[in-house]
């Protein structure tokens, strides 16, 4: 167990449609990184925060948004659902000593 | 930029034989390396990390990388390959502002 909580683990939806993913970071952890992962293709960077702001953002579209609470977990917001969206999504805390990034199980998201 | 190359999709080992998987990066500054494992429909588990040190760093499941500093790599290395390592491996490094980039992933193949 990572210590790493996202919900839902599944989600099926319709194109156009719109979802929230969630993400609890690793106790003690402020950093929470998200990433896509679609079939037959390595894991994409979207967007970085740190203790409520933004660090690094990726390869974002402008569909999506994310933000950290001041609780420290994350959302991302999917919009506009395309087939295309249909993907795993990870979210990761990272230790902010090392560096280690905890990963959660994935929501995987299904567009019909 | 920072960036991350695994130049190899998938490479295939026979069980007991010695592996590597191939990582170079590129970053600025002093450069913090992993190695990430996936199991099917799993998060991302850490295998290992070099900060700073002895270039040889050992990790989880008997899994050892060497850092090469003038050639930027960080191989992954195993000295007898089991089937159970039969898994997806990705390389990561973390660069400023604590952004971490992975590489596209190598699928490991333990052939029995």
């Known amino acids: 167990d990572s210590g790493v909580t996202q919900t839902p683990k599944h989600l099926i939806t319709a194109t156009g449609q719109r979802v929230t993913l969630r993400c609890s970071p690793r106790s003690g952890d402020l950093s929470v990184y998200w990433y896509q992962q679609s079939l037959d293709q390595g894991l994409q960077f979207l967007i970085q925060y740190y203790n409520g702001e933004e660090r690094a953002k990726g390869n974002i579209l402008e569909r999506f948004s994310a933000q950290q609470f001041p609780d420290l977990h994350s959302e991302l917001n999917l919009s506009s659902l395309e087939l295309g969206d249909s993907a795993l999504y990870f979210c990761?805390?990272?230790?902010?000593?090392?560096?280690?990034?905890?990963f959660g199980e994935g929501s995987r998201l299904t567009v019909l | 930029a920072q960036s991350v190359a695994q130049p190899e999709d998938q490479v295939n080992v026979a069980e007991g034989n010695p592996l590597t998987v191939k990582c170079t990066y590129s970053?600025?500054?002093?450069?913090?390396l992993f190695w990430y494992v996936q199991y099917p429909n799993r998060g991302l588990q850490f295998l290992l990390k070099?900060?700073?040190?002895?270039?040889l760093v050992k990790g989880s499941y008997g899994f050892e990388a060497e850092f090469n500093k003038s050639q930027t790599s960080f191989h992954l290395k195993k000295p007898s390959a089991l089937v159970s390592d039969s898994a997806l491996y990705f390389c990561?490094?973390?660069?400023?502002?604590?952004?971490?980039?992975f590489g596209t992933g190598t699928k490991l193949q333990v052939i029995p």
């Open positions: 970053v600025s500054g002093n450069p913090y």
């Open positions: 990561a490094v973390r660069g400023g502002y604590q952004k971490v980039t």
């Open positions: 070099y900060i700073t040190g002895d270039n």
């Open positions: 990761a805390s990272g230790d902010r000593a090392t560096g280690e990034l905890f």
